[in-house]
């Protein structure tokens, strides 16, 4: 699949599938997974081509997108379903976990470079239906924040009525893409922002 985001707005609203990634995932026995650069969009593949009973769906971005992955790890991170991208030093307890899939990743990472004055850690979630309840990086006690440029429906396995979550829950609009996520609020800045006030706000 194409076209995974609002970010491709010259298109138009109806090439932007806010709801279909939560359509397909709410969908048994489907794979669905949303690569955020190259190297998972192999182990995606290799996902599908080694998966015997079970249909594999990628989605993939039109949008130019950087490589987030530079090391060599023998081990299929996408397989796993969720896994740490970026971490906190070692012993530091864990403030808030930044959790986005696809293109959204990306802006995770800068979100996490905009909170510097908080212990962040990023999960890589490419697909809903491998991941597991990790304890190591999911329960803790730490502020989960969500962010994908689609609808709410489907994130709430991962994130509890006192997190956040940063998406699209209205139709997309026709504008250029970079535009489309200043409106919608999903620029790293406007998003650390939000953070910042809610801590504020709890104490």
Request: charged share 20%.
């Amino acid at each position: 699949m194409t076209h995974d985001s609002i970010a491709v707005g010259e298109d138009g609203p109806t090439h932007q599938p806010i709801e279909h990634l939560a359509s397909f995932r709410a969908m048994p026995n489907i794979n669905v997974i949303r690569p955020a650069d190259v190297i998972e969009t192999i182990e995606a593949w290799q996902i599908a081509l080694q998966s015997q009973d079970t249909p594999t769906l990628i989605a993939l971005s039109r949008q130019k997108l950087p490589q987030i992955r530079q090391e060599f790890t023998a081990a299929n991170l996408t397989a796993k379903g969720a896994y740490i991208i970026s971490d906190v030093s070692a012993n530091d307890q864990v403030d808030i976990t930044i959790l986005a899939s696809g293109s959204e990743l990306n802006i995770a990472l800068d979100v996490k470079q905009n909170l510097a004055e908080y212990k962040v850690r990023v999960v890589a979630v490419p697909c809903f239906e491998l991941a597991y309840q990790d304890g190591n990086f999911m329960n803790n006690n730490s502020l989960k924040i969500a962010i994908e440029a689609g609808c709410k429906y489907g994130w709430q396995r991962f994130i509890s009525t006192k997190d956040m979550f940063f998406g699209i829950d209205q139709f997309g609009k026709s504008a250029p893409g970079d535009k489309l996520l200043k409106h919608f609020g999903l620029e790293a800045e406007k998003i650390a922002q939000r953070i910042r006030s809610y801590l504020a706000r709890l104490g």
